[in-house]
C-alpha cells in the first residue's frame, strides 16, 4: 500500500512536518535531496515554505511542480521517541 500523506506544514530549514493517513507523524529533512532541475529551486526558503500536499497523489508537492514520492517521505520521516 502507498502511504498517503494528509497532512505538512514547513517546520525549519529545510524540514517538513508531515503527518501520514495511518497516523505517522514526524520530520523529514530535505536538505540533501534538493538537487536537480526542479528540487534546486527550493533552496530558496519562500518556494520552500510554499509546500502544500497534493490532493490527488496525496504526497508534497511545490508551485514548480516538484514533488516527491510518499514512499520516500514514509521511509525517511523522524518519528520523535
Do not use: Q
Not at 22 to 48: A, M
Amino acid at each position: 500500500m502507498i502511504p498517503k500523506v494528509i497532512e505538512a506544514r514547513y517546520a525549519r530549514d529545510y524540514i517538513i512536518h508531515i503527518r501520514f493517513a495511518d497516523g505517522t507523524e514526524g520530520d523529514v529533512d530535505l536538505k540533501d535531496e534538493l538537487y536537480g532541475e526542479l528540487f534546486e529551486p527550493l533552496r530558496d526558503p519562500s518556494l520552500f515554505r510554499a509546500v502544500t500536499v497534493h490532493p490527488e497523489f496525496h504526497t508534497l508537492c511545490w508551485p514548480n511542480g516538484a514533488d516527491l514520492a510518499p514512499e520516500f517521505l514514509y521511509e525517511n520521516v523522524r518519528v520523535p521517541a
